[in-house]
């Protein structure tokens, strides 16, 4: 089993940053690719970025040059460095772990794996 522990959300305003970090403990061999999602009240959980062991990476579209997200192998974690905020990331942000990251001709692909944070939240005001 893997565990994840998100932190890092708060209330920005627009044009803002804030960084989020998620940590992992317990069976963190097991992990290969760890990801960010987000949801919105009303909206489906969506991908907003994943990274690779090796470092390759997977942004959503809305979040290209704004967001960045990293990762430290040797101490089981995460980040998601997010800039230039807008309202519409307003969102409830949930750390991932446990999935895949393929790359294909058109790009790489994030891909969930089992294990989710309990999620933190994240409010931009305009």
Known sequence: QVQLVESGGGLVQAGGSLR???AASGSTFSINAMGWYRQAP???R???AGISSDGSTNYADSVKGRFTISRDNGKNTVDLQMNSLKPEDTAVYYCNAGGSLRTFFTGNYYSPGHY???GTQVTVSS
């Open 46 to 48: 969506d991908l907003v």
């Open 20 to 22: 989020l970090s998620c």
């Open 116 to 118: 989710w944070g309990q």
């Open 42 to 44: 009303g909206n489906q």
